[in-house]
């Protein structure tokens, strides 16, 4: 919600300022008054903004804030007058050529990572060692918000300078980008400000705006952002700081360096201060009374953190008290008076050895990442999906990449990103496989599907699911069948076809563990029972892709017998109305396969006998004005299609849904598509409205 409505004071806030308001709201007032109406917007301005993005509570419309601001811009431009704090402040400066070096005046330690909760308790032992202390200490608990470290100096409470932290001690001045982070005060009210104040914190970027940026620079195709610290990084990093100030960009304080005429004694005092100055601080943090209290900090966190609005990777565990911190001191990059636990990390870097291809229960072919092993979260993983070929395609995975891999809860591992700066111009692309992997048949890919899919009804790897569905209710309706009886029947090897269900004999299915004497008979008869399917229910039962329930029902209307379909051409099921040409493309190459033919002879052989009452027999429509005529339909008419359809099957022919050559007319209205064309590169005649009335009354018909 509340980065939608950031989306949206955004656009307003930074927007260039085109002078559209002056006009009506110009007003002459002395120079005095002005300064005094300039210094009362800002204040109101900022601590709006204020409430606005650092404490999620608006007090007043986007329109109200707006309008503010518009007064304020003008103000200033008609006096020339913009205190240092002014948020007019934060947009409009030109590009840099590059980054001045800053030199830090107290470096920018770091701080050592904890990755169980054992570490942390060792800490604690530490401490209280160093301290001579038995009693339980006083720490804060702070979310380690996964972003870029930042200074920021104050100077007589106005924002003097930013600084990134660079190697600890020398960084780059980014201050006009830092300006822009709507959540950071520009000033601090002089009663409170100290004479110098540097204040440190993370710069970060939301998962919301990390992923709308992403999504805009794919689109652009412009490479992404492997994760929102790097975006945020890189948005820091820009010389022109209005490219910073379109991203929008958060911040949070957790210390400081230089504090001249600050005097607190502990990291909670200073973190009431940051709040009352109007600072923003981390989310949630809080004060824990011994360690125990920190463990359960940091369990508490570990499951709120995934549904937080930015990614944080750890707690940071500081002693609370600035006396504390000043006995025990520093090593040469960390303070001995805090760490940072780590939660387990979901993501590693590693090496792409292979892509191989794998068959799923339904055909579907994917691609297996083969992974130079790596530990993530204490797992080790060596294999991963990639889910699709496309997918290869989008992230451009290359065979010897250097990829980052993540494994989160139970999910299996997936690849994230290709680190393509590492590449040595060794690494190959995978193409989309040809033949199946397991079976070596072609394999199918219809425009627009991304699966890739094996039709062979004998690919080992799809026998049993298919064997399932075989069996299941709207098929061949094999009580007894069911998912284990088929994992126990193919584990002996006892089913590996469609035609071994009716090889099975009471004898066989007495020699397994799941079977006595009755449930063996039971099986046995209810597989004698189905071999008098409909064809309908046959063809649903083939497992034939895109092929349902309806669609079997709809073929077998207009084929007398299977045998009819073999080696069919998918214009012919193209011709059938409501069947498309992705079905009919399914069928035909089912049927244009000599094995599936060879399954369903044998399955006829072993006595399975299909009826077919559903077909629609033609002599119904002999004596019919438009017997054996096929029409196609394009574009709009003085009718509803399907009324005009209902009434040529009424005449005795037939409607069908694509062109082909088999197609008598095609009836086109206004708008048609490419059917026309298609219609006038057979020779297909073409007929309007008016000559299709004219046609069936010729040939005896009311139309
Ligand atoms: S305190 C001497 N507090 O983590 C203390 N750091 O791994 C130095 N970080 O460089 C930092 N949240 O970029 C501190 N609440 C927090 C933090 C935090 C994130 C980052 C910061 C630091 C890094 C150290």
Redesign the pocket.
């Known amino acids: 919600m509340k980065q939608r409505q950031q989306e949206k004071r955004r656009s307003l806030f930074d927007g260039p300022d085109d002078g559209s308001q002056s006009a009506q709201a110009k007003s002459h007032v002395s120079a005095d008054t002005a300064r005094v109406e300039i210094e009362k917007l800002v204040k109101e301005i900022n601590r709006h903004s204020y409430l606005y993005y650092v404490l999620d509570s608006p007090e007043i419309s986007d329109e109200q804030f707006d309008r503010m601001y518009r007064r304020l811009k003008e103000l200033e431009d008609q006096y020339g007058y913009t205190p240092p704090d002014s948020p007019t402040l934060r947009v409009g400066a030109p590009p840099l050529e590059k980054f001045e070096k800053v030199r830090h005046s107290v470096p920018m330690?770091?701080?050592e990572n904890a990755f169980s909760h054992e570490e942390v308790f060792e800490f604690d032992a530490r401490v209280k060692k160093l301290l001579k202390s038995e009693g339980d200490l006083e720490y804060t608990v702070?979310p380690?918000?996964d972003g870029?470290?930042v200074e920021i100096i104050y100077k007589k409470g106005v924002l003097y300078k930013a600084a990134t932290?660079g190697d600890g001690y020398e960084g780059e001045d980014i201050t006009l980008n830092v300006r822009t982070i709507k959540s950071l005060p520009l000033g601090i009210e002089p009663g409170h400000a100290p004479d110098e104040l540097e204040v440190r914190g993370?710069v970060y970027m939301s998962i919301a705006e990390f992923e709308r940026l992403n999504a805009q620079r794919r689109e652009k195709g412009e490479p992404v952002f492997a994760n929102p610290r790097n975006a945020a990084a890189g948005s820091v990093r820009q010389l022109d700081p209005n490219v910073t100030a379109a991203r929008s960009l958060h911040f949070t304080c957790?210390?400081t360096g230089v504090a001249r005429g600050l005097n607190l004694n502990s990291q909670s005092a200073l973190f009431d201060w940051f709040k009352k100055n109007m600072f923003p601080v981390?989310a949630g943090y809080g004060v824990a009374n011994g360690i125990e209290e920190v463990i359960n900090f940091i369990k508490d966190l570990e499951v709120k953190r995934s549904s937080l609005p930015f990614e944080t990777d750890g707690v940071?565990v500081k002693v609370n008290d600035f006396r504390l911190r000043e006995i025990l001191g520093e090593k040469t990059r960390e303070?001995r008076w805090?760490i940072?636990y780590k939660y387990p990390a979901h993501q590693a870097i590693t090496r792409l050895l292979d892509i191989v291809p794998s068959v799923g229960r339904t055909g579907v072919v994917t691609p297996i990442a083969m992974l130079e092993p790596v530990r993530i979260g204490g797992v080790t993983v060596s294999r991963s999906t990639l889910h699709n070929w496309d997918e290869i395609d989008r992230k451009d995975v290359r065979i010897g990449d250097t990829v980052v891999v993540e494994r989160a809860g139970d999910v299996i591992p997936h690849i994230v990103s290709v680190h393509t700066e590492k590449r040595t111009g060794r690494e190959r692309k995978f193409p989309i496989p040809a033949h199946c992997p397991v079976c070596g048949s072609s394999l199918m890919r219809e425009g627009g599907e991304v699966a890739v899919r094996c039709l062979r009804l004998d690919c080992p790897e799809q026998v049993r699911e298919r064997i399932r569905h075989f069996a299941s209710r709207g098929a061949m309706d094999i009580e007894g069948l069911g998912e284990k009886t088929v994992d126990v029947l193919y584990e002996h090897g006892l089913v590996r076809h469609f035609e071994d269900i009716y090889k099975l004999t009471r004898e066989k299915l007495l020699g397994l563990d799941r079977f006595a004497s009755k449930s063996a008979s039971n099986l046995i008869d209810a597989i004698e029972g189905s071999k008098r399917p409909s064809m309908a229910r046959f063809l649903y039962a083939l497992g034939i892709m895109h092929v349902g329930e309806f669609a079997a029902k709809l073929i077998s209307a207009n084929f007398q017998n299977v045998g009819e379909l073999y080696h069919v051409q998918p214009e012919r099921i193209s011709d059938i109305r409501q069947l498309g040409g992705k079905i009919a493309n399914a069928v035909s190459n089912f049927f244009g396969d000599e094995k599936n033919i060879q399954t369903i002879e044998s399955l006829e052989k072993l006595g399975l006998k299909m009826e077919n009452p559903d077909y629609k027999k033609t002599e119904k429509a002999e004596g019919l004005p438009l017997n054996g005529l096929t029409f196609v339909i394009t574009g709009s008419l003085p009718v509803p299609r399907k009324d005009l359809e209902d009434r040529i099957e009424a005449m005795g022919g037939r409607a069908a849904s694509a062109v082909s050559k088999n197609t008598d007319y095609l009836i086109a209205g206004e708008g048609p598509g490419s059917k026309l064309e298609k219609a006038r590169s057979l020779g297909v005649k073409v007929i309007s409205y008016e000559e299709f009335r004219q046609l069936a009354k010729n040939a005896g018909a009311e139309a």
């Open positions: 330690l770091s701080l702070e380690k918000y870029l470290a932290r993370e957790y210390g981390p940071v303070p805090a940072a």
